[in-house]
T-cell receptor, first 114, second 108 residues
Framework: ETGVTQSPTHLIKTRGQQVTLRCSSQSGHNTVSWYQQALGQGPQFIFQ???????GRGNFPPRFSGLQFPNYSSELNVNALELDDSALYLC?????????????FGPGTRLTVL | LAKTTQPISMDSYEGQEVNITCSHN???????ITWYQQFPSQGPRFIIQ???TKVTNEVASLFIPADRKSSTLSLPRVSLSDTAVYYC?????????FGAGTRLAVHP
């Protein structure tokens, strides 16, 4: 049990729509990261938040945005959905005192864009 | 950010020891080496992490030579349930980079 939950589990949208994915991490985990994982590939880093501020971003366009809230929850928003946005979206939280790259991942949200 | 290279796939049999080697020639002085395991349609799960020499926990061992340019994840006596993708990562506190990973298939 990692303590990281994500909702919804599955989601189907159509091209051009907007989507919001949610993540809830453990108390004391002030760092949260979001990843996109296409079928058969490794997770690709989207961005990271620490105490409600973005402090790292991967090679994703601005239509991918996020929010982190004081209650250890966070959101990933994607505007103007494209077919290639179909993927498993993962969030991961990191304990404040963690060394290195230890993160706790949620089960993911499977997004299908038609 | 350090780039990692690991085999695309490996096969093994139940009860055998499996060693997966990862090369990271450009590892920075402060970088840790971290391994994750991922089952289909699940999030990656942290296995083990080290900085130098050898680290062992209840599921795996991690061997790191003195130059830290490579590392080896050792899984003792694998079972069918160890069939998964294994990722090696280094550095990148605020930009964790996953490669394609190593697909391990354990056969009866």
């Amino acid at each position: 049990e990692t303590g990281v939950t994500q909702s919804p589990t599955h989601l189907i949208k159509t091209r051009g729509q907007q989507v919001t994915l949610r993540c809830s991490s453990q108390s004391g985990h002030n760092t949260v990261s979001w990843y996109q994982q296409a079928l058969g590939q490794g997770p690709q880093f989207i961005f990271q938040y620490y105490r409600e501020e973005e402090n790292g971003r991967g090679n994703f366009p601005p239509r991918f945005s996020g929010l982190q809230f004081p209650n250890y929850s966070s959101e990933l928003n994607v505007n103007a959905l494209e077919l290639d946005d179909s993927a498993l979206y993962l969030c991961a939280s990191r304990p404040d005192r963690a060394l290195g790259n230890e993160q706790f991942f949620g089960p993911g949200t499977r997004l299908t864009v038609l | 950010l350090a780039k990692t290279t690991q085999p695309i796939s490996m096969d093994s049999y139940e009860g055998q020891e499996v060693n997966i080697t990862c090369s990271h020639n450009n590892i920075a002085t402060n970088d840790y080496i971290t391994w994750y395991q991922q089952f289909p349609s699940q999030g990656p799960r942290f296995i083990i992490q080290g900085y130098k020499t050898k680290v062992t926990n209840e599921v795996a061992s991690l061997f790191i030579p003195a130059d830290r340019k490579s590392s080896t994840l050792s899984l003792p006596r694998v079972s069918l349930s160890d069939t998964a993708v294994y990722y090696c990562l280094v550095g990148g506190y605020n930009k964790l980079i996953f490669g394609a990973g190593t697909r391990l298939a354990v056969h009866p």
